[in-house]
């Protein structure tokens, strides 16, 4: 098993910056990637950004592409998301989850985090 927890959220302004993070306890080797995925409210869950445990290949939603930045310690087990110029349409819960497969359907994650609340006023 492997237990994930996030930290970071919280309400910004429009063009702010903010960072999550996001540690990994467990069997943690048995990992080969972690995404963030978010859910707006009233919408469904969607893919953000992933970073593979093999040369940290990396893979972002289009819209969030030049604004964010996924990197990973594996000293710590930690992924953290960088975001900036952020804008109200990232709002929404940001869930961290692992995957021995990687990808963008979340049914490729078997290990989630419980989320953290991301705002974004206008």
């Known amino acids: 098993q492997v237990q994930l927890v996030e930290s970071g959220g919280g309400l910004v302004h429009s063009g702010d910056s903010l960072t999550l993070s996001c540690v990994a306890s467990g069997r943690t080797y048995s990992i080969d990637s972690v995404g963030w995925f978010r859910q707006a409210p009233g919408k469904k869950s969607e893919f953000v950004v992933g970073i593979r445990r093999a040369h940290d290949v990396t893979d972002y939603l289009d819209s969030v592409k030049g604004r964010f930045t996924i990197s990973r310690d594996n000293a710590k087990n930690t992924v953290t998301l960088q975001m900036k110029s952020l804008r109200p349409e990232d709002t929404g819960v940001y869930t961290c989850?692992?995957?021995?497969?990687?990808?963008?359907?979340?049914?490729?994650?078997?290990?989630w985090g419980p989320g953290t609340q991301v705002t974004v006023s206008s």
């Open positions: 989850a692992a995957s021995v497969y990687g990808g963008h359907a979340s049914d490729a994650y078997a290990f």
